[in-house]
């Protein structure tokens, strides 16, 4: 590559990386500020905290753009905890600073990597818990009432609330709810539907001369380091809310990371991740400041607008602190309305809609899982509820594999199959390859077997042959059709041996044999091997 060449290719980097800071930033004034105020910690406290955690985990992290900053789920146990603590920040920010210093301890061991053995029911009811959560909290602010501190008390008073609402704070959110969910997708790609609302609404109400409540004050000046709550009794009346703190901000932080690997084609180095956060999440703790972790939506949004390195996620920050320092009087006059109706469309996101669409074709247990941590998280305790249901599913996976559990006759692998691809390997040169899903094919062993069939080059058509009657849940579902997107990406054509008619329905219910084409699924390799050899004749 020449020189010319190569500032080129740095200037393009640089470019995708100011956009996707750029539009990154958009998404997440608008959501810091909600969040800080739906925590207690105040609009500047949930601005400057996005601004602190994205700077310094975007500095220390892995060299992917992952933008940081507090999300739905560590909005909701942040809010749980400040409700218990007495809305006491000393103490709220011991708690984050137990939190990182756990994230910290986390990164060093092989913990980062136990996230992927959680089962996808347990992901889904506890998302979609908190995105239900989000939601019915916000009815109150939305109808000009302060926020109540539980999902319960806001249902049991909802009756009382909407006989006094304030028409106009109800006017006010209507629009803006009808603003974030109505503006096309195609026009939501370059501006999102959330700053559109932010800011036509804000200056609305101020037009109008709405009686609504409004943030009212935001300190454009660097936050002060707060004075922490050292005593021992209270430190352990405190690790409690720290382990839930850093359970969920690891978490989230490594189902972004995993994201970002799958859209960017890379991997990652999760301990690095966890440690960048915990750093960024102590100094946070430190300053007063809201927490929070790798943000899945706000990353998405940095890599489709270009961006390749981790400098986005330190443009991002320094954008917001521009908009922060000539935009706070508009700021302070932002409607708590205004807010709560961002929310409540952020809580409509966080909601699983893709398993909602294939929920009647999943199996029993999955759904037992699925309503048992949904019902736990809305109503009771969120920790508990992820601890309930990867209780819940272990013990029922037990149960599966006990009840099948029996000696099986099996006859000795076909050498005439073997030997045919062998044939195909020294022939073809890796043109035809055909790979043997074999065992329990679930969650745990996904990213396994994803891994495995990232080094395709060269290859032209490749033939999966699952060859167990294992009928399949619907975490090995999406795995499945993970795997088949990133092979179908490398422009790989894809072909089936199910061998189980019920694994076809199953495949065929959940669109999987749609997504690949109906006339490349076969019974036996042997078609699929001819069929292979004749696309290649044709192309």
């Not at 954008?319 to 961002?342: D, E, Y």
């Not at 736990?376 to 272990?394: M, R, S």
């Not at 290859?459 to 619907?474: A, P, Q, R």
């Not at 997107?485 to 959940?510: A, F, G, M, P, T």
Request: proline share 3%.
């Amino acid at each position: 590559m020449d020189f010319v060449s190569k500032i080129k290719t740095k200037l393009n980097i640089l470019t995708g990386d100011i956009f996707g800071g750029i539009s990154s930033a958009i998404i997440t004034l608008p959501q810091a500020l909600a969040f800080g105020v739906a925590t207690g910690f105040g609009a500047g406290a949930g601005l400057w905290g996005a601004i602190i955690l994205c700077f310094i985990a975007g500095l220390c992290g892995p060299k992917v753009p992952l933008i940081s900053g507090a999300t739905g789920p560590v909005a909701i146990v942040i809010a749980s905890a400040m409700l218990a603590l007495n809305n006491n920040i000393a103490a709220a920010a011991t708690t984050m600073l137990l939190a990182a210093l756990l994230q910290l301890f986390a990164s060093a061991t092989n913990l980062p990597s136990m996230v992927k053995y959680v089962p996808y029911p347990v992901i889904s009811g506890f998302m979609n818990g908190v995105g239900i959560i989000i939601i019915i909290l916000q009815l109150n602010p939305l109808l000009g009432h302060k926020t109540l501190p539980s999902t319960v008390t806001t249902i049991m008073s909802l009756h009382d609330t909407i006989h006094s609402l304030n028409q106009s704070a109800l006017f006010i959110g209507l629009i803006t709810l009808f603003i974030v969910f109505g503006i096309p997708k195609a026009i939501n790609k370059f501006v999102p539907s959330q700053i559109i609302a932010l800011i036509f609404c804000t200056w609305l109400s101020v037009k109008m001369g709405l009686n609504v409540d409004r943030i009212s004050e935001i300190s454009a000046a660097f936050p002060s380091f707060v004075r922490l709550d050292l005593n021992i009794s209270h430190i352990i009346k405190y690790l409690p809310y720290a382990c839930m703190f850093a359970v969920v901000f690891s978490a989230e932080s490594m189902m972004t990371g995993l994201v970002s690997d799958s859209l960017t084609k890379t991997r990652h180095n999760p301990k690095r991740l966890l440690a960048a956060q915990g750093i960024g999440n102590a100094v946070c703790a430190l300053t007063g400041t809201l927490g929070g972790s790798a943000a899945t939506m706000r990353s998405v949004a940095a890599l489709n607008a270009g961006a390749t390195t981790k400098l986005c996620a330190v443009i991002n920050p320094l954008l917001l602190i521009i908009l922060l320092f000539k935009f706070s009087g508009f700021v302070a006059q932002i409607p708590l309305a205004v807010l709560a109706a961002i929310l409540m469309k952020i809580g409509y996101d966080i909601i699983d809609v893709k398993l909602l669409k294939v929920l009647k074709y999943a199996p029993r247990d999955d759904l037992y899982v699925l309503v048992l941590v949904f019902l736990l998280t809305v109503f009771y305790n969120l920790i508990f509820a992820v601890g309930a249901g990867i209780t819940l599913a272990a013990l029922l996976y037990a149960k599966r594999v006990a009840d099948k559990a029996h000696l099986v006759e099996k006859t000795v692998y076909d050498e005439k199959t073997m030997e045919i691809e062998k044939t195909l390997e020294s022939d073809y040169h890796h043109k035809i390859r055909v790979v043997h899903i074999s065992g329990q094919f679930f969650f745990g062993s996904a990213t396994q077997l994803i891994s495995k069939f990232e080094d395709m080059l060269g290859t032209k058509s490749l033939i999966i042959n699952y060859e167990s009657d294992e009928l399949l849940d619907i975490s090995a579902i999406f795995a499945l059709e993970d795997i088949i997107l990133r092979l179908q990406s490398q422009e790989i054509d894809i072909i089936l041996v199910i061998k189980n008619e019920e694994v076809q329905k199953q495949l065929l219910n959940h669109g999987i044999l749609k997504q690949i084409g109906k006339e490349k699924v076969f019974y036996a390799e042997l078609e699929a091997i001819e069929y292979a050899k004749e696309q290649l004749r044709l192309s």
